[in-house]
């Protein structure tokens, strides 16, 4: 079956462009997550959607960024007027049942957007 | 203080070699437990959970202590294919029902012939 899909696989901006990054979740997960891996680092936890709803944002670095999960299926993760910091790779990850424990909240992940804003 | 730390590394060992990965976890709320496995320009993979009993697959063995709030991972006779990076990862969940993983920054393995 399908895995978790990211379109664009990598995305070049110039400082000020505004960008838009999209996860295809697999097909039936309700919960959809976020992160953002610096390099060197691990991923850091952004955003989090039940179905179309967005439960939690506290990770979003500033009201630059902004995510959405209109139809609780796709997600796009937007960011407004890019700056050198934002460069990183953007992974998407999908959960069958976030709420669940066990399998049921295993989160498989996306190959990732590796942004660079020059 | 980082929520969950990691062995800096990268770790240098010979194949067949043992080699162990420690972390700590500094919310003691926390309630599941996980290694990551991350290839070079790949995303993160679930490797293993990790029980308080401890758990093994294979070469692979994970501990969990609560009270220390400390979590390893032991790979025996290790192969050039576990050259990675091995994310130590932690589960929260909220009072809301949903949960969040944290991860540490991870320790790079190098196995060489």
């Not at chain 2, 202590?65 to 991972?73: K, P, T, V």
């Not at chain 2, 990076?85 to 320790?107: A, E, I």
Request: hydrophobic share 30%; glycine share 8%.
């Amino acid at each position: 079956g399908a895995g978790v899909s990211q379109s664009p696989r990598y995305k070049v901006a110039k400082r000020g462009q505004d960008v838009a990054l999209r996860c295809d979740p697999i097909s039936g997960h309700v919960s959809l997550f976020w992160y953002q891996q610096a390099l060197g680092q691990g991923p850091e936890f952004l955003t989090y959607f039940q179905n179309e709803a967005q439960l939690d944002k506290s990770g979003l670095p500033s009201d630059r960024f902004f995510a959405e999960r209109p139809e609780g299926s796709v997600s796009t993760l937007k960011i407004q007027r890019t700056q050198q910091e934002d460069s990183a790779v953007y992974l998407c990850a999908s959960s069958l049942d976030g709420t669940a424990r066990g399998s049921l909240e295993t989160q498989y992940f996306g190959p990732g957007t590796r942004l660079l804003v020059l | 203080r980082k929520e969950v730390e990691q062995d800096p590394g990268p770790f240098n060992v010979p194949e067949g070699a043992t080699v162990a990965f420690n972390c700590t976890y500094s919310n003691s709320a926390s309630q599941s437990f996980f290694w990551y496995r991350q290839d070079c320009r790949k995303e993160p993979k679930l490797l293993m959970s990790v029980y308080s009993s401890g758990n093994e697959d294979g070469r692979f063995t994970a501990q969990l202590n609560r009270a220390s709030q400390y979590i390893s991972l032991l790979i025996r006779d290790s192969k050039l294919s576990d050259s990675a990076t091995y994310l130590c990862v932690v589960n929260m969940r909220w009072n809301s029902g949903y949960s969040t993983l944290t991860f540490g920054k991870g320790t790079m393995l190098l196995v060489s012939p």
